[in-house]
Nanobody, 111 residues
Framework: QGQLVESGGGLVQPGGSLTLSCAAFGIIVSNYSMGWYLQPPGKGRKLVATSPKTGTTYYIDSVKGRFTVSRDHAKNTVYLQMNSLKSEDSGDYYC?????WGQGTQVTVSS
């Protein structure tokens, strides 16, 4: 079974930006659709965006225009570019691809 390794989380001020990475090992990114999920503190995990193998990426309304999913097939990695961050974007972010979950990376948006 493959593995997904996430990185890029951290503390950022409101209005700031972060880019999360989801590197795949033993799974070929280009073969699968994938999803980014957010689990806010004390709450359940929710979908943020889904990226099909081909076609248009879906974003939930609250992140449209601020978040962008991209893929680098040469690096076998998926990214989540997050701009204009808000406090409600805080939590643990997870990638999901090929039936595998990443370990999560924490994002805290606070002044």
């Amino acid at each position: 079974q493959g593995q997904l390794v996430e990185s890029g989380g951290g503390l950022v001020q409101p209005g700031g930006s972060l880019t999360l990475s989801c590197a795949a090992f033993g799974i070929i990114v280009s073969n699968y659709s994938m999803g980014w999920y957010l689990q806010p503190p004390g709450k359940g995990r929710k979908l943020v965006a889904t990226s099909p193998k081909t076609g248009t990426t879906y974003y939930i309304d609250s992140v449209k225009g601020r978040f962008t999913v991209s893929r680098d097939h040469a690096k076998n990695t998926v990214y989540l570019q997050m701009n204009s961050l808000k406090s409600e974007d805080s939590g643990d972010y997870y990638c999901y691809l090929g039936g595998v979950w990443g370990q999560g990376t924490q994002v805290t948006v606070s002044s």
